[in-house]
């Protein structure tokens, strides 16, 4: 397809303009039918099939076989409306799902995301965005192997491009899996599958170009989904329209319950039988075999007597499944103890082992009254909130499919200012994230909890149904009663259950459903993107076949989204959980891998392409050691059995892994070009043309085979 002129902004305003109004009268057209009786199962496939036949729409009108089109939209994308679909690239499951749940679980601990993620576009604005643009560049790998000169550059930083989208892209398709369970009834490993459809639409017919313009209808989807329930339930609890100025209300509510809840006797009988639960799965693991084999005899004696005894069919097939799922090794049957051990004794402490909600790093009182045990806690506490949120920042500064965004403006000029845009529409987001975690904990707090079980709502059924490891409830204490320390909500259920657990209508339940789809879709897209051009351009184009024509190049990367698209897939339906522990990870591997080399290489002219190689390998090798060695699950499969405390640094989390990483490659990179021959001219002459301010001045690109 032959390239076309790029829009008018009027044009566009227009175009998105009538989109909103659409998206409002939908919504008020499916209330109408939801009045009239229609089925959740017929609002939610209806929800999702309207909301992926406009991407395909979108999709198949920008679709596009033209090099500059398909890789970076054919440089003409206004900054408005790239600070938008900027917004929609960011605002991923772990953004729209995620964010909400850690405040909600963690309290003020949770806001380090927000913190970091806001702070890291700070840092894009600052250090890179402009000069990235100054190059006509189709790829990050591509810009280091301008800068550096030579293959090594470039090889290393697409392998990281490749690792690190790879990762976030499986936290996004499971997310898409999760979110389509949710709205067609169907289960999760065939929800997968089903939303991998959506994913490929875009990226797949019109690369960057499609892309661009089906983010831009995504944010507006994903914006209104978000902040509709934000708005509904702050008129419900506090009569006012402006969360933000109300938020005062809910909080101190919360606050409230807390303390009621943590002197209540019910709830206090109920963490007392977690803890005999917990005491009793650590006498366990003192003797693996033996407690295999009780418990073997206890699950078939029990479902024999309820066979016997004729009792209800559901009871008997539960006590069954219980012998049938059995650990059938000492290791499985340890996993499984261990994990019952930190499960109780997570609800054995107050508020089901939520810190309170205001207080900062999960301590009580003032610090400094704490013993030395509570002082070192919170000083462990802070230290990790810090190093976390440096993480993200560095990540954010670091992470491809973000900067590879900033190359489809016509200008440097454009380019800084689409940065601003895209901290405008964050915020929007971000601003209300810590409101809905609060109204929902006051919901929850004040209306859930005390509920007679026979009486609970038909959500926490059907979410048990689709992923147990979301929602499930225990009647511990035998009192009827659901008590806090009996309810488990995980963070991953927080936004797309808010509006049915503050009572809003069917609609609004799958309006915020379409939107966290927009928000996966969205940065799947991407991803899947930057992966296939990285392999596509700077794999075999830059160093396997550098006279390949444009269009074999461009065909090749649809196909590379085809089959990363379909291997992801496969990976996301083993159904891990915790969105926001592989995103942080995700992060911290991009941040270890590309900062030092991105931002040294624009503002010291003395880096040279041995210094960021080695850089970006120390930088990942530095990382991939702190994870594999402080993770449980990695300890777990590489065998370590030194304990954890003796192999974290200062007590940081393995996810913060890139606050070594970062300083670790940046030393490596200076005292290798210190080591190393000046670069020579053609790098010289990159690091001017970055330096340059005048938009005017081009630049020559180098052979595909310069070195």
């Given at each position: 397809?032959?390239?076309?002129p790029?829009?008018?902004?009027?044009v566009?305003?227009w175009?998105y303009?009538?989109?909103?109004?659409?998206?409002?009268?939908?919504v008020?057209a499916?209330t109408?039918l939801?009045?009239?009786?229609?089925?959740?199962n017929?609002?939610?496939?209806?929800?999702m099939?309207?909301?992926?036949?406009?991407?395909?729409?979108?999709?198949?009108?920008?679709?596009?076989?033209?090099?500059?089109e398909?890789?970076?939209?054919?440089?003409?994308?206004?900054a408005?409306?790239?600070?938008?679909a900027?917004?929609?690239?960011?605002?991923s499951?772990?953004?729209?799902?995620?964010?909400?749940?850690?405040?909600?679980?963690?309290?003020?601990?949770?806001?380090?995301?927000?913190?970091?993620?806001?702070g890291?576009?700070?840092?894009v604005?600052?250090?890179?965005?402009p000069?990235?643009r100054?190059?006509r560049?189709?790829?990050i790998p591509d810009?280091?192997?301008?800068?550096?000169?030579?293959?090594g550059?470039?090889?290393?930083?697409?392998?990281?491009?490749?690792?690190?989208?790879?990762?976030?892209?499986v936290?996004q398709?499971y997310?898409?899996?999760?979110?389509t369970?949710?709205?067609?009834?169907?289960?999760?490993?065939?929800g997968?599958?089903v939303?991998l459809?959506g994913?490929?639409?875009?990226?797949?017919?019109g690369?960057?170009r499609?892309v661009?313009?089906?983010?831009?209808?995504q944010?507006?989807?994903?914006?209104?989904?978000?902040?509709?329930?934000?708005v509904?339930?702050?008129?419900?609890?506090?009569?006012?329209?402006l969360?933000l100025l109300?938020?005062?209300?809910?909080?101190?509510?919360?606050?409230?319950?807390?303390?009621?809840?943590?002197d209540?006797?019910a709830?206090?009988?109920?963490?007392?039988h977690?803890q005999?639960r917990?005491?009793?799965?650590?006498?366990?693991?003192q003797?693996v075999?033996?407690?295999?084999?009780?418990?073997?005899?206890r699950?078939?004696?029990?479902?024999?007597?309820?066979?016997?005894?004729?009792?209800?069919?559901?009871?008997?097939?539960?006590?069954?499944?219980?012998?049938?799922?059995?650990p059938?090794?000492?290791?499985?049957a340890?996993?499984?103890?261990?994990r019952?051990?930190?499960?109780?004794?997570?609800?054995?402490?107050?508020?089901?082992?939520?810190?309170?909600?205001?207080?900062?790093?999960?301590?009580?009182?003032?610090?400094?009254s704490?013993?030395?045990?509570d002082?070192h806690?919170?000083?462990?506490?802070r230290r990790?909130?810090?190093?976390?949120m440096?993480?993200?920042?560095?990540g954010t500064?670091?992470?491809?499919?973000?900067?590879t965004?900033?190359?489809?403006?016509?200008?440097?000029?454009?380019?800084?200012?689409?940065v601003a845009?895209?901290?405008?529409?964050?915020?929007?987001?971000?601003?209300?994230?810590?409101v809905?975690?609060?109204?929902i904990?006051?919901?929850?707090?004040t209306?859930?909890?005390?509920t007679?079980?026979?009486?609970?709502p038909?959500?926490?059924?059907?979410?048990a149904?689709?992923?147990?490891?979301?929602?499930?409830?225990?009647?511990?204490?035998?009192?009827?009663?659901?008590?806090?320390?009996?309810?488990?909500?995980?963070?991953?259920?927080?936004?797309?259950?808010?509006?049915?657990?503050?009572g809003?209508p069917?609609v609004v339940?799958?309006?915020?459903?379409?939107?966290?789809?927009?928000?996966?879709l969205s940065?799947?897209?991407?991803?899947l993107l930057?992966?296939?051009n990285?392999?596509?351009?700077?794999?075999?184009?830059?160093?396997i076949?550098?006279?390949?024509?444009?269009?074999?190049r461009?065909?090749?990367?649809?196909?590379l989204?085809?089959?990363v698209?379909?291997?992801?897939?496969?990976?996301?339906?083993?159904?891990f959980a915790?969105?926001l522990?592989?995103?942080?990870?995700?992060?911290s591997?991009?941040?270890?891998?590309?900062?030092?080399a991105?931002v040294?290489?624009?503002f010291w002219?003395?880096?040279?392409?041995?210094?960021?190689?080695?850089?970006?390998a120390?930088?990942?090798?530095?990382?991939?050691?702190?994870?594999?060695?402080?993770?449980e699950?990695?300890?777990?499969?590489l065998?370590?059995?030194?304990?954890?405390?003796?192999?974290?640094?200062?007590?940081?989390?393995?996810?913060?892994a890139?606050?070594?990483?970062?300083?670790?490659?940046?030393?490596?990179?200076?005292?290798?070009s210190?080591?190393?021959?000046p670069?020579?001219?053609?790098?010289?002459?990159?690091?001017a043309?970055?330096?340059q301010?005048s938009?005017g001045?081009?630049?020559?690109?180098?052979?595909?085979?310069?070195?």
């Open positions: 397809m032959r390239n076309q790029p829009l008018r902004v009027g566009l305003h175009r303009a009538l989109f909103t109004l659409g998206v409002g009268f939908f008020v499916l109408a939801e009045e009239m009786g229609w089925s959740r017929s609002i939610g496939g209806l929800f099939t309207a909301t992926v036949v406009v991407y395909a729409a979108i999709g198949l009108a920008c679709r596009t076989t033209d090099e500059a398909y890789y970076v939209a054919g440089r003409s994308v206004p408005f409306y790239n600070g938008m900027i917004a929609a690239d960011w605002m499951a772990a953004s729209f799902i995620g964010t909400a749940g850690v405040i909600y679980l963690q309290g003020f601990d949770g806001l380090a995301y927000i913190l970091g993620w806001t890291g576009f700070c840092m604005a600052m250090l890179l965005a000069y990235l100054r190059l560049i189709y790829t810009f280091l192997g301008h800068r550096y000169g030579g293959q550059p470039r090889l290393m930083g697409a392998a990281a491009a490749v690792l690190v989208s790879f990762v976030y892209l936290v398709i997310s898409v899996g999760l979110i369970s949710h709205l067609t009834g169907f289960n999760f490993e065939m997968v599958f939303g459809g994913v490929l639409i875009c990226s797949f017919l690369g960057m499609a661009t313009w089906t983010q831009v209808a944010y507006i989807i994903l914006i209104i989904a978000y902040l509709t329930p934000v509904w339930l702050s008129i419900q609890q506090t009569d006012s329209i969360p109300s938020y005062s209300q809910p909080l101190q509510n919360v606050t409230a319950r807390e303390k009621v809840l943590r209540d006797p709830e206090r009988s109920a963490r007392q977690y005999q917990a005491e009793q799965a650590e006498r366990k693991l003797n075999p033996l407690a295999m084999q009780e418990d073997a005899l699950w078939a004696e029990q479902a024999n007597v309820l066979r016997e005894q004729d009792a209800p069919q559901v009871q008997v097939q539960h006590a069954e499944r219980l012998y049938a799922n059995r059938r090794t000492e290791a499985e340890r996993a499984r103890y261990e019952e051990r930190d499960s109780a004794r997570t609800h054995a402490q107050p508020l089901a082992g939520m810190p309170p909600q205001a207080q900062p790093y999960a301590v009580s009182g003032d610090p400094a704490q013993t030395d045990v002082q806690a919170y000083e462990v506490k990790n909130f810090v190093a976390l440096l993480c993200l920042m560095l500064a670091a992470m491809p499919h973000v900067l965004r900033f190359l489809t403006t016509p200008t440097v000029s454009e380019a800084r200012r689409s845009w895209s901290l405008f529409f964050i915020a929007l987001l971000y601003l209300a994230t810590p809905l975690a609060v109204m904990k006051a919901e929850v707090f209306h859930l909890v005390g007679p079980f026979e009486d609970l038909s959500w926490i059924r059907r979410w149904r689709i992923d147990p490891s979301l929602v499930s409830v225990e009647d511990i204490n035998g009192d009827g009663l659901l008590q806090l320390a009996e309810l488990h909500l995980g963070g991953d259920l927080i936004v797309l259950a808010a509006p049915e657990i503050g809003l069917l339940t799958y309006l915020v459903a379409a939107g966290a789809l927009a928000a996966a940065t799947a897209d991407g991803l930057s992966i296939s990285v392999l596509s351009h700077d794999i075999y184009h830059r160093l076949h550098p006279h390949a024509p444009p269009l074999r461009v065909m090749l990367s649809k196909f989204v085809l089959v698209a379909l291997f992801a897939a496969f990976i996301a339906s083993l159904h915790d969105i522990q592989f995103v942080a990870a995700a992060f591997i991009a941040a270890s891998a590309f900062f030092p991105l040294v290489g624009i002219a003395r880096a040279t392409r041995r210094g960021a190689s080695a850089a970006m120390a930088g990942l090798v530095t990382c991939f050691y702190y994870m594999a060695t402080t993770h699950a990695l300890r777990t499969l065998g370590i059995t030194r304990p954890v405390a003796d192999c974290r640094w200062w007590d940081v989390e393995p996810m913060a890139a606050i070594f990483g970062v300083p670790v490659g940046c030393l490596v990179l200076v005292l290798v210190w080591w190393d021959h670069p020579g001219r053609h790098e010289l002459a990159v690091l043309r970055l330096r301010p938009e001045l081009r630049y020559q690109e180098p052979p595909a085979d310069a070195s």
